[in-house]
């Protein structure tokens, strides 16, 4: 198998990953969750993703979709389309699954995974996080990590159009 044809195996539909999760609970592995637009991939998310990662064994993203991106960032974004954001993470070792989600939440993806760990980035506390009840009453946890200071997409978009 080449290792682009690897990276593309990672990319999951929501009855792909609900399968692989299946196989890796059964092999008892934990799972973590995170997800977000990941729009333009910088040193703050690497940091994040590795940090999730070291939570569990394997680590699932979901993916806002396009439409989703738009309804939450607003009518520029995403910059990147969803090709290139999902190949970028499915690329990065420490990722395991990317799963495309349409809806404005991940909840629904969420209960499809039903991960061990749920994470976020630090602007969320624990019990605002999405699906958090959901992990937390089966026995799982939710965690909130801290960010890179100094890295964000808009951070880098603003750079991009002031060219500064």
């Known amino acids: 198998m080449s290792r682009f044809a690897h990276i593309h195996q990672k990319i999951k539909t929501a009855e792909q ?12 592995e934990r799972i973590v969750f995170t997800n977000g637009c990941f729009d333009i991939l910088h040193f703050g998310h ?67 995974v039903q991960p061990d760990v749920l994470v976020k980035g630090g602007d969320w506390k624990p019990e605002q996080i999405i699906g958090s009840d959901l992990v937390l009453a089966r026995g799982g946890a939710v965690r909130s990590l801290p960010f890179v200071d100094g890295y964000s997409t808009t ?7 002031l060219g500064k």
């Open 17 to 28: 990953i609900r399968d692989a999760v299946a196989q890796w609970h059964a092999a008892g």
């Open 46 to 112: 690497l940091h994040y993703l590795a940090e999730a990662r070291d939570l569990g064994d394997r680590l699932v993203i979901g993916l806002n979709s396009g439409d989703s991106v738009r309804r939450l960032k607003g009518a520029t974004r995403p910059i990147n389309d969803e090709a290139t954001r999902a190949h970028l993470l499915a690329a990065l070792e420490v990722v395991d699954a990317v799963v495309f989600f349409p809806e404005d939440t991940p909840l629904e993806l969420i209960k499809t």
């Open 155 to 161: 951070k880098i978009e603003q750079k991009i159009l």
